[in-house]
């Protein structure tokens, strides 16, 4: 569109969620404010594969860090009983709060969390879906921040406990 009655304004970002507080992201939690949070989002519906590393690496993660996972919906486990660890399907009005608390967020890579990380300034551990999964868009949104240092990226294909421990433990370190 061209003329004087358009103008370009970038990603839309929900004013919301920039009137977060930490300490209600901690209370909502139960989390103290003596260690680093990480945010761990799959998307609306979970992703097994991102549930299944960071539930499989749980206890080596929580010696270091608090997490708060929202793990989509019918994928909470209620087996798990950590304190350093809270799990939700989703959240709605907490969604500001837990970004404000949070030091990092690992998430696929769709465009729209992404830019909301990016406004927040969270660094960010990027999983984004193989093009076996997908058309490819979350594998280019995350080269892009990449490239331009916004965010660290764990190809779907390389993940495993190791490298995922590994690489969350450096972009907490370089955050």
């Known amino acids: 569109l061209k003329g004087s009655n358009t103008e370009y304004v970038g990603?839309?970002?929900?004013e919301s969620l920039f009137r977060g507080e930490a300490e209600k992201g901690r209370q909502a939690c139960g989390f103290s404010g003596k260690r680093p949070v990480v945010l761990v989002m799959g998307g609306s519906l979970g992703s097994q594969t991102i549930n299944g590393v960071v539930r499989s690496n749980l206890e080596k993660l929580t010696e270091t860090v608090q997490i708060v996972h929202l793990c989509g919906k019918g994928n909470v486990d209620?087996?798990?009983?950590?304190?350093?660890?809270?799990?939700?399907?989703?959240?709605t009005d907490e969604l500001p709060h837990l970004y404000a608390m949070s030091d990092i967020v690992v998430s696929r890579a769709g465009a729209n969390a992404i830019f909301e990380f990016l406004a927040l300034r969270k660094p960010m551990l990027l999983i984004p879906l193989s093009r076996s999964a997908s058309r490819g868009d979350q594998i280019a949104n995350a080269e892009s921040f990449r490239k331009r240092g916004f965010a660290k990226v764990l190809e779907e294909e390389a993940l495993t406990g190791e490298t995922f421990v590994d690489s969350l433990m450096e972009l907490l370190k370089d955050r």
């Open 78 to 91: 209620g087996s798990i009983r950590n304190p350093a660890y809270r799990q939700f399907e989703y959240v």
């Open 11 to 14: 990603a839309v970002i929900r």
